[in-house]
Antibody, heavy 119, light 110 residues
Framework: QVQLQESGPGLVKPSQTLSLTCTVS??????????WSWIRQHPGKGLEWIGY???????YYNPSLKSRVTISVDTSKNQFSLKLSSVTAADTAVYYC???????????WGQGTMVTVSS | QSALTQPPSASGSPGQSVTISCTGT?????????VSWYQQHPGKAPKLMIY???KRPSGVPDRFSGSKSGNTASLTVSGLQAEDEADYYC??????????FGTGTKVTVL
């Protein structure tokens, strides 16, 4: 069974780049048919899909964040990563990595990591 | 892309049923059969309960069921149990490789 674990700084300064990594265990990230996503949840609020990378390397992003987001895969480390540039306090949230075999059905989630944007 | 609209809260007594609505537009819920539902307990990651409108992942009790009519999807929890008390979020494909979540509903078991 695939398991996911997020890691990265819990505090990022405004205007800097938020960088998070999701480590995949129990399976290979380069296995066919998986979609690897990032999703965030603002404190006390709902969920927001950030984007995904398909096992083939294709990436798709939420249009509202597209200009600031990059998702990439490191197959040698069995990880995928999120970079969000020019962050503001509005980017303070719990960030989850998730995977899906059926597109748009996020069936495996990491535990989430809280990122605070503050000087 | 606006969030899908869900009622803020819903409740029911143990053993009863509760239905949560998720209203979107013809560009998301009404246009595709890619509606999913997630259960989230406090401090925990969401859990997939329903996908593609009405399909249940392995391990999800058949007390959970999903449906869709027009631009509104629904999640019904039958035979409410104490452990069903949680926040529930719907999600829908919104075209052009984009996804939108609902505003969330807090379900209380009385």
């Amino acid at each position: 069974q695939v398991q996911l674990q997020e890691s990265g700084p819990g505090l990022v300064k405004p205007s800097q780049t938020l960088s998070l990594t999701c480590t995949v265990s129990g399976g290979s990230i380069s296995s066919g048919g998986y979609y690897w996503s990032w999703i965030r949840q603002h404190p006390g609020k709902g969920l927001e899909w950030i984007g995904y990378i398909y096992y083939s390397g294709s990436t798709y992003y939420n249009p509202s964040l597209k200009s600031r987001v990059t998702i990439s895969v490191d197959t040698s480390k069995n990880q995928f990563s999120l970079k969000l540039s020019s962050v503001t306090a509005a980017d303070t949230a719990v960030y989850y990595c998730a995977s899906s075999v059926v597109v748009w059905a996020f069936d495996i989630w990491g535990q989430g990591t809280m990122v605070t944007v503050s000087s | 892309q606006s969030a899908l609209t869900q009622p803020p809260s819903a409740s029911g007594s143990p053993g009863q049923s509760v239905t949560i609505s998720c209203t979107g537009t013809s560009s998301d819920v009404g246009g595709y059969n890619y509606v999913s539902w997630y259960q989230q307990h406090p401090g925990k990651a969401p859990k997939l309960m329903i996908y593609e409108v009405s399909k249940r992942p392995s391990g999800v009790p058949d007390r959970f069921s999903g449906s869709k009519s027009g631009n509104t999807a629904s999640l019904t929890v039958s035979g409410l149990q104490a452990e069903d008390e949680a926040d529930y979020y719907c999600s829908s494909y919104a075209g052009s490789n984009n996804n939108v979540f609902g505003t969330g509903t807090k379900v209380t078991v009385l």
